[in-house]
Antibody
Framework: EVQLVESGGGLVKPGGSLRLSCAAS????????INWVRRAPGKGLECLSS????????WHADSVKGRFTISRDDAKNSVYLQMNSLRVEDTAVYYC???????????WGQGTLVTVST | DIQMTQSPSTLSASVGDRVTITCRAS??????LAWYQQKPGKAPKLLIY???SLESGVPSRFSGSGSGTEFTLTISSLQPDDFATYYC????????FGQGTKVEIK
């Protein structure tokens, strides 16, 4: 069974840092691109970062460029999102999602909540 | 960046109604368009990919159409389990989502 499990969320003060993890199982992890998507309270879905197989390419949305960094460790079947200089507006549920061969997302994790507040 | 504009933002309907949601891309994306359903506290669920292909296990009352810049999601006969928020997504150039359509009980 394909599973993606996020962890690492929590409460952090503005300007702080968090590292989210996404642990995958049930498929050949190294063969898939992985994405981080968030949903802020009262808002829609926003794709933040994507990483291709072998870490050949990484992409970050303008809203997080320079603050967030995506990485992967195929030996641990995991993807990470290092989040620095966090802002109140980064408060959201963060999901990781697997890209299919055609490019869309077929499997998603259950999400981890990040709250940025004083 | 490719922008996705979805309408309406909210839709009130009754069980059995035919429901249509529209999504427009800021430039042509061919058929690189997916539709998702999301319920409170849950992850998005893939319904349609390649604009009109039904994901395995998704009921046949869901259908998608369109190409280029104009796309639609149709639910032929709304069921109680279908009250949720729906998002379109382009995946031609990374991922961008529409702002969502909340389908509410009328």
């Amino acid at each position: 069974e394909v599973q993606l499990v996020e962890s690492g969320g929590g409460l952090v003060k503005p300007g702080g840092s968090l590292r989210l993890s996404c642990a995958a199982s049930g498929f050949t992890f190294s063969a898939y691109n992985i994405n981080w998507v968030r949903r802020a309270p009262g808002k829609g879905l926003e794709c933040l970062s994507s990483i291709t197989t072998s870490s050949t390419n990484m992409w970050h949305a303008d809203s997080v460029k320079g603050r967030f960094t995506i990485s992967r460790d195929d030996a641990k079947n995991s993807v990470y999102l290092q989040m620095n200089s966090l802002r109140v507006e980064d408060t959201a549920v963060y999901y990781c999602a697997r890209s299919t061969a055609t490019g869309t997302g077929d499997y998603w994790g259950q999400g981890t909540l990040v709250t940025v507040s004083t | 960046d490719i922008q996705m504009t979805q309408s309406p933002s909210t839709l009130s309907a009754s069980v059995g109604d035919r429901v249509t949601i529209t999504c427009r891309a800021s430039r042509s994306i061919s058929t690189s368009l997916a539709w998702y359903q999301q319920k409170p506290g849950k992850a998005p669920k893939l319904l349609i990919y390649q604009a009109s292909s039904l994901e395995s296990g998704v009921p046949s009352r869901f259908s998608g159409s369109g190409s280029g810049t104009e796309f639609t999601l149709t639910i032929s006969s709304l069921q109680p389990d279908d009250f949720a928020t729906y998002y379109c997504q382009q995946y031609q150039n990374y991922w961008t989502f529409g702002q969502g359509t909340k389908v509410e009980i009328k």
